[in-house]
């Protein structure tokens, strides 16, 4: 009467082995949210639409970011987050360009020759295939109209 009926240990066993399998699920998910490439296409999307030109700044929550002409994509430790561009293509460019320094703040007469190599570089740095790097500075998205050339450059 007092012994311990033969499917005890049996339960004992099958919840020693659920709580394991519990405790090994709960330790495997990320400590930090994944990324807001929301917020980011956002940010670019405001000045894409201003009709004149604009600049703004957005920090990046990410360790990589990947732009490219028509969307985004920021990494960590969380994941992985991608978000469209509503108004675009951007012009992506890196901050050591001819194009990042003047979506850092100098005049484009000042780094390119005519508005027709202002959009040739535009064009070009459009069609290069979107890469990770890491993030090193804020997101820099400029929109500039320059003699009928009309560019929004997002550099990171």
């Not at 033969?6 to 399998?21: H, I, M, N, R």
């Amino acid at each position: 009467m007092l012994d311990a009926p033969l499917d005890t240990l049996y339960t004992w066993a099958a919840l020693s082995l659920a709580a394991t399998v519990l405790v090994g699920t709960v330790a495997g998910l990320p400590t930090t949210p994944a990324p807001d490439a929301s917020g980011v296409a956002d940010a670019v999307d405001a000045v894409a639409v201003a009709e004149y030109d604009a600049t703004a700044e957005h920090d990046l929550d990410a360790d990589a970011v990947r732009l490219g002409a028509h969307r985004t994509g920021l990494r960590n430790d969380g994941g992985a987050a991608h978000a469209a561009f509503a108004f675009g293509p951007v012009t992506p460019v890196t901050p050591d360009s001819r194009l990042g320094s003047v979506a850092a703040g100098a005049s484009p007469s000042a780094v390119f020759d005519s508005p027709a190599a202002f959009a040739a570089a535009a064009e070009t740095a459009r069609d290069r295939n979107a890469s990770w790097h890491p993030v090193s500075e804020p997101l820099v998205v400029r929109h500039i109209s320059w003699e009928g050339t009309d560019v929004t450059i997002v550099s990171a």
